[in-house]
C-alpha cells in the first residue's frame, strides 16, 4: 500500500490528467515494478503524461508532497534505472512518441522522449541512430539520453551524446528549459551535464538529434585471438596505422562463438565510408592480422549487424545456457584491457560462476555477463558478491562502472571518481533539493 | 497459495524481462503502451504470483486469461521463451487446481450445451441444406472452424475456392465437431483434448485426401490434426499452378490486409501476386485470430479499442481495402460494424470473399 503523501500526489495527479493516465491498481503497480536487471522494486503508483504541461505539473505535485519520481521508457534498462527502489511514482513515457520535426538533408529531427528506436529509425531513409542498446530497437530516445547509451559502433560514431544536439528537460523545480547548442560545441558542457545523468536531474520530454548518413560501404571481419593480449596489441597496431574503425567487439569465454580452436577471444570489426576510404582501411586491416599472425575472414554486413546489435548475442547466451544473467559495465584504460578481464575470470572461478566477457579493445569498455540459476537463492547471492568484487578491482585498475548502460542501483562512489561525486552532487542539491527525481540511481545522497 | 510445476517456474525465471515479447503484442500497442497490457507484464506476473509476490484476486485471474491470444509474442523472444505456451500452460494449471476465471465461465457453458465455445446461438453449416452429410474420401474435407459458421458467405467463398483447386470439396457440415482450440487457450485442457479426439475420429471416419481448416488456430495448435489451413493451402495451389491469380480491374487497390497471426505470411503473398493489388506494409503487431473471442465477449470495449487502432492506421495509410484473413475477426468486427461494409471509406472485405473473384 502507497504511504499517504504518495496517495494524496496521486490524487491530485489523477485530477489533471485524469484517472485514466494514473495507474495505481496492484496489477498495474506490479507491471511497473521491473526491467531487464532482475531485479524489482513495487511503485506507489504510474503515471502516464501525453504533453509537456503533464509532466510539469507531476513534479509540481511530487515536489509539493515530498514524493520521488523515476522515469521509464521501455524498461530495457540492465542496470534499474527505471525502477521506483524508494517506492516512488513511475513516470511512462511511451505515449509522448511524437515527431515534432524532420530533415531529410540535414539529419536533423526533433522527437519527443518516448520515441522507440525501431520508430525513429523509419523517420530518415538514409540516415540512422548506430545506437542500439537492447538490440531491438525497443529502447526510447529518453533512455538513451538519460544512460548516454553506447554501442560497439561508439568506436565511430561516439555515444548517444554525440548525436544529441539539445533537449527539453522539466527540471525537479517545475522550470522547462531548452538546452542546445545548434553550432560548435563550444558550451556544450550543460548539455553534457544533463545527458547521462540517469533522470536525476529532471525528466526529458524531447530531443533535437542529428543522425549520421547509413555508410556507403561496409566490410567487416572476424578474427581469432589467441591470446587476450592480442586485443591490446591490435588497438595499438588499428590507432598507429591511423584506421578510423567503425565498430569493434570482442567476446572471451564465449564458447558458442569461440568454437573448439582454443582460441581465448573471437572479435568482429568492421570500417564503413565512402567505398574508396573502406577498401583502403580495409587492406591495411589485413596487413596488420597478417603480420600479427591472427586468423581472419570476411563476414558479411548482416552478420557484422548481429554483432552491433549487441544485447542479442548475449541473450543468446542466456538462451543457450539456459540461465539467468547479471551485467556490469566497465570502463577502463584501453591498455588495461586485459587486466581487467583476468580480475572478472578470476572472479568467476573463485565464486563458481560461469562468466563470458564482452569487451570493446579500442574504447577500453567491458562487460562481465555472469550466469547463474535464478531459482538457487546460494548462486543468486554469489553473484551480487561477484558484482561487488568486480568492481573493486576495477576501481582498483583505476577505471569505472556504468559506461554505455549508466550505473543505475549500483551507483558511482567517491572512491571511484571522487571528482564526478562531488561536483555532481552539489549541481543535484542545487537542482532538486528534496531529491524526488530518481533516488537512489547515480549517487548516493 | 499457487504452486505451478518446477518446470513452469524453471521456464518463467529464465524471462530476462527485455520486454522483445511487446514489440509483437497487439494488445500492448492498443493500450498505448501500457506495460501491464503486455505480454511481457503477463509473464512477469505469473512469475509473481508462482513465488507468492502478489496476491490472486479474481481480477488478476480474468487479467491471465484475456489477452488476444495471437502467440506473436514468441517469435523475437531473443532467450528462446515460447511465450504464449507459458501463458496457456500456466492458465491450465490455474484451472487444474480450480481457479476459473469468471469471464471464462460463458465459454465453457457455451460448450456445454451448444458444442461450439463461442456460444451466441451457433448453428453450424447454414448454407447447406439441413439434412445434409459429408461424403466420404473426397479430395479435401473443408472444416470451417466454429466462427465461420457465422459468416456464411466467407464459408461459401472458401468452397468455391477450393473447388477450383480440387474437384471433390465436402463440407464437414453441420455436424462439424468443435476442434478445442479456443478450449486449450483459456486452460480447459481436457476438453480441449476431449474435443481434439473427436475431431480426429471424425475425419478418420470420413478419410478424405486433406483436411483444409478456414480457422488458422486449430491447424496451428495442433498439428497431430494435420489439418492445412486456408491461405497456406491456397497458396501451395498457386505456387504449384493448380490455379491462377485473376489481376484487379482498376490500378493501385491499396489493401490493408489484418493478417492471420497463426499462418506464415500466405494471404500477403496471394494477394502480392495478383496484378494491381498493393498490399501495404503494416507494423507486426497488427493481425487477427479467433483467439481474441474471449476478450471479444468478456470485455467488449477493449476488442472495440483494438478495430479502432487497426481502422485508424489503415484509414493515415489510404487504404481502398481494409481485409480481414481470418473468418472469425472478420466476423467479430461485422458484428461491431452492424454489417456495414464501408468504414472511414475503406472497404471492409474478408479474404476469402475478396479472392473469390480474383482465382481462376
Known amino acids: 500500500m502507497a504511504e499517504e503523501p504518495a496517495i494524496k500526489a496521486v490524487e491530485e495527479i489523477a485530477s489533471q490528467l485524469g484517472e485514466r493516465y494514473v495507474l495505481i491498481e496492484d496489477l498495474d503497480r506490479s507491471a511497473y515494478s521491473y526491467d531487464a536487471s532482475g531485479m524489482q522494486y513495487i511503485p506507489s503508483a504510474v503515471v502516464r503524461p501525453v504533453e509537456l504541461e503533464d509532466i510539469s505539473f507531476i513534479i509540481e505535485v511530487a515536489n509539493k508532497y515530498g514524493v520521488p519520481l523515476v522515469p521509464r521508457g521501455s524498461g530495457t534498462s540492465l542496470v534499474g534505472g527505471p525502477l521506483p527502489i524508494e517506492g516512488s511514482i513511475v513516470v511512462d513515457m511511451q505515449m509522448m512518441n511524437k515527431i515534432l520535426e524532420k530533415d531529410e538533408y540535414t539529419g536533423l529531427v526533433r522527437v519527443e522522449a518516448g520515441l522507440r528506436l525501431l520508430d525513429l529509425n523509419k523517420v530518415l531513409s538514409n540516415r540512422f541512430m548506430p545506437i542500439n542498446p537492447d538490440g531491438m530497437g525497443f529502447s526510447t530516445v529518453g533512455g538513451l539520453i538519460a544512460e548516454d547509451a553506447a554501442s560497439p559502433l561508439s568506436v565511430k560514431y561516439g555515444t548517444t551524446a554525440a548525436m544529441v544536439l539539445g533537449v527539453e528537460v522539466v527540471l525537479p523545480t517545475g522550470e522547462t528549459l531548452l538546452v542546445e547548442q545548434p553550432g560548435p560545441p563550444s558550451k556544450r558542457n550543460i548539455l553534457n551535464l544533463l545527458i547521462g545523468s540517469e533522470g536525476t536531474l529532471g525528466i526529458f520530454t524531447s530531443a533535437l538529434l542529428r543522425l549520421p548518413l547509413r555508410p556507403e560501404s561496409r566490410i567487416a571481419y572476424k578474427i581469432e585471438m589467441i591470446d587476450i593480449s592480442d586485443a591490446v596489441s591490435i588497438q595499438t597496431a588499428i590507432k598507429r596505422a591511423n584506421i578510423s574503425i567503425a565498430g569493434f567487439e570482442a567476446y572471451h569465454n564465449y564458447k558458442e562463438l569461440i568454437g573448439e580452436k582454443g582460441a581465448e577471444a573471437v572479435s568482429f570489426l568492421e570500417v564503413s565510408g565512402t567505398k574508396e576510404c573502406a577498401d583502403v582501411w580495409s587492406s591495411k586491416l589485413r596487413s596488420i592480422f597478417k603480420e600479427m599472425d591472427i586468423p581472419f575472414e570476411e563476414i558479411d554486413t548482416e552478420e557484422a549487424d548481429s554483432i552491433w546489435e549487441r544485447r542479442k548475442s548475449i541473450y543468446e547466451l542466456a538462451k543457450r545456457r539456459k540461465s539467468a544473467m547479471r551485467v556490469i559495465s566497465l570502463l577502463v584504460h584501453t591498455h588495461l584491457t586485459r587486466d581487467a578481464i583476468q580480475e572478472i575470470d578470476r572472479t568467476g572461478s573463485r565464486l563458481k560462476l560461469p562468466v563470458v566477457t564482452v569487451f570493446n579493445p579500442l574504447l577500453g569498455w567491458v562487460m562481465a555477463i555472469f550466469l547463474y540459476d535464478p531459482t538457487d537463492e546460494k548462486e543468486v547471492k554469489r553473484t551480487e558478491k561477484a558484482i561487488f568484487n568486480v568492481i573493486d578491482r576495477t576501481i582498483a585498475l583505476g577505471g569505472s562502472i556504468g559506461f554505455g548502460i549508466g550505473a543505475g542501483i549500483t551507483k558511482i562512489t567517491s572512491d571511484m571518481d571522487e571528482g564526478f561525486v562531488s561536483i555532481f552532487s552539489s549541481v543535484k542539491e542545487a537542482l532538486d533539493p528534496n531529491w524526488i527525481m530518481n533516488p537512489g540511481k547515480l549517487i548516493e545522497r | ?360
Open chain 2, 1 to 360: 497459495m499457487v504452486k505451478f510445476s518446477r518446470s513452469l517456474m524453471k521456464e518463467l525465471s529464465r524471462c530476462i524481462g527485455c520486454g522483445a515479447c511487446n514489440i509483437s503484442c497487439p494488445m500492448f500497442h492498443v493500450s498505448d503502451f501500457k506495460e501491464t497490457e503486455g505480454a511481457r507484464a503477463r509473464i512477469k506476473l505469473i512469475s509473481m504470483l508462482g513465488n507468492n509476490k502478489i496476491d490472486l484476486t479474481e481480477e488478476f485471474l480474468g487479467y491471465i486469461f484475456t489477452c488476444i491470444n495471437c502467440g506473436l509474442c514468441m517469435d523475437l523472444c531473443p532467450v528462446g521463451i515460447d511465450v504464449f505456451d507459458i501463458i496457456v500452460k500456466s492458465r491450465s494449471s490455474l484451472v487444474d487446481i480450480g481457479y476459473v476465471p469468471l469471464v471464462t465461465v460463458d465459454m465453457r457453458d457455451a460448450r456445454r450445451r451448444t458444442g461450439s465455445p463461442i456460444g451466441e446461438g451457433l448453428t453450424k453449416g447454414v448454407w447447406l441444406p439441413p439434412d445434409f452429410q459429408p461424403e466420404k474420401n473426397a479430395d479435401i474435407l473443408f472444416f470451417a472452424g466454429c466462427w465461420v459458421h457465422t459468416a456464411p458467405d466467407v464459408a461459401i467463398n472458401m468452397s468455391k475456392i477450393l473447388q477450383k483447386i480440387a474437384p471433390n470439396v465436402a463440407p464437414a457440415g453441420p455436424n462439424e465437431p468443435c476442434c478445442g482450440g479456443l478450449l486449450y487457450v483459456i486452460g480447459e485442457r481436457d476438453s480441449a483434448e476431449e474435443s481434439k479426439e473427436n475431431l480426429l475420429k471424425f475425419i478418420k471416419e470420413l478419410s478424405p485426401k486433406v483436411v483444409v481448416s478456414g480457422c488458422s488456430l486449430c491447424a496451428s495448435l495442433f498439428p497431430d490434426l494435420e489439418m492445412k489451413y486456408f491461405s497456406s493451402f491456397v497458396d501451395e495451389a498457386l505456387e504449384s499452378n493448380k490455379i491462377k491469380t485473376k489481376s484487379m480491374k482498376r490500378k493501385k487497390n491499396k489493401i490493408f490486409l489484418i493478417r492471420s497471426c497463426h499462418s506464415n505470411g500466405a494471404a500477403r503473398r496471394i494477394l502480392e501476386r495478383i496484378k494491381n493489388a498493393v498490399v501495404i506494409d503494416t507494423p507486426n503487431w497488427i493481425c487477427c485470430d479467433c483467439g481474441a473471442t474471449l476478450i471479444y465477449q468478456s470485455e467488449p470495449e477493449k476488442f472495440d479499442e483494438w478495430f479502432k487502432k487497426i481502422s485508424e492506421i489503415a484509414s493515415d495509410s489510404d487504404a481502398d481495402y481494409f481485409m480481414i484473413e481470418e473468418p472469425a475477426c472478420y466476423s467479430m468486427i461485422s458484428k461491431v460494424l452492424e454489417g456495414k461494409n464501408k468504414y472511414k471509406g475503406m472497404k471492409i472485405i474478408s479474404f476469402p470473399s475478396f479472392l473469390v473473384n480474383h482465382i481462376s
